[in-house]
């Protein structure tokens, strides 16, 4: 093989063109991952013409086991309420129900122990979020429905089988809001 300075130059030219071409596509990369980042922080889990109606902030899991199914999220205008399920990771279905704090909450003094009674409160244990409390209520075959009351919502966690104290406590310290 014979080397001139012209075989020289051509190696240079195709590796500064390999170099180019791995460039772009780093490039091409990063943007598209930085495109996605925006667009999820901007658009959020909640569908955008759910969340622009909500008026109270929405307790919604973060990606730490929780599986939330997007295709079930629904918001009853009418009653404010949005509802959801996820998969637990327990694999057990969690139906997630939020509303606005009811008024009735804050002027008449027991309302809300009333509710817990009612649902036959058994457990409570504190989270980052808030005070839950487990209920059994008749009305869902005495399924675990687990109830907290803060920062102006109302969230009912109802679990298609029964979960232990920690997995309950584990599940609403790792809620975060993400409307208001």
Avoid at 41 to 63: A, V, W
Avoid at 86 to 98: D, G, K, R, W, Y
Avoid at 114 to 136: H, P, R, S, W
């Amino acid at each position: 093989m014979v080397i001139s300075m012209d075989s020289i130059k051509h190696g240079k030219k195709i590796t500064h063109k390999k170099n180019l071409i791995i460039a772009g596509v780093v490039l091409a990369v990063v943007l598209a991952a930085i495109f996605t980042m925006h667009w999820y922080n901007t658009k959020g889990p909640i569908p955008t013409d759910i969340s622009r109606q909500l008026t109270y902030p929405i307790f919604y899991p973060e990606e730490t086991g929780v599986t939330v199914k997007r295709a079930t999220i629904r918001y009853d205008k009418q009653d404010q309420l949005i509802s959801f399920t996820s998969l637990a990771p327990t694999l057990i279905n969690l139906t997630f129900s939020e509303e606005p704090t009811p008024d009735q909450f804050n002027d008449i003094s027991g309302y809300y122990q009333a509710l817990l009674n009612n649902m036959n409160e058994y457990q409570e244990t504190d989270t980052i979020n808030g005070q839950v409390y487990l209920t059994k209520p008749e009305s869902v075959n005495n399924n675990q429905v687990a109830v907290m009351n803060a920062k102006g919502t109302l969230m009912f966690v109802r679990a298609e089988k029964d979960l232990s104290i920690s997995t309950w406590r584990q599940l609403f310290n790792n809620l975060i809001i993400v409307s208001k």
